[in-house]
């Protein structure tokens, strides 16, 4: 009787991680770049292996010069040109300057009231220019 439940427990697993993988998303998230499908948790992982740049320029290749990779449960976008990576970090830096601050970082901050994880907003700059002011003059470097 063990040895049943342990077979029908491997075959819902299995079931469930084919619907899982092959399952549609259904919010109105923006659409992403393309991209290599990984496995249900561990995502693309299995697949890299010793020389990533190589790699990473055959996904360029077969994908494009942006495309998605999921490796565990975080999604990457990759962008592999070097003139569309200037324009990212130009043209829209203001779209790609604000990103989540882990929980470490919350908690060492005491809310994010700092340069290097506060949103790029007013605030930010203000800080950003006491930080220049005070802390980088020549009589303080001194």
């Known amino acids: 009787m063990d040895q049943f439940y342990i077979a029908a427990l491997s075959i819902?697993?299995?079931?469930i991680s084919m619907f899982w993988y092959t399952k549609k998303p259904t919010s109105k998230s923006p659409?992403?770049?393309?991209?290599p499908r990984g496995l249900p948790i561990v995502g693309y992982l299995p697949f890299l292996n010793q020389n990533l740049l190589v790699q990473f320029m055959g996904l360029?290749?077969?994908y494009g010069p942006i495309y998605k990779i999921r490796l565990g449960t975080k999604l990457w976008v990759v962008i592999g040109s070097p003139s569309l990576t200037k324009e990212v970090v130009r043209d829209h830096d203001s779209v790609?300057?604000?990103r989540d601050a882990p929980i470490a970082a919350q908690v060492a901050t005491y809310g994010i009231n700092d340069i290097a994880w506060?949103?790029?907003n007013h605030e930010?700059?203000?800080m950003r220019k006491i930080f220049v002011r005070e802390m980088q003059s020549n009589i303080s470097l001194e």
């Open 96 to 98: 790609f300057a604000n």
């Open 31 to 35: 659409p992403l770049p393309p991209g």
């Open 12 to 15: 819902l697993v299995i079931v």
């Open 118 to 120: 506060s949103p790029n």
């Open 60 to 62: 360029a290749h077969n």
């Open 124 to 126: 930010w700059r203000k």
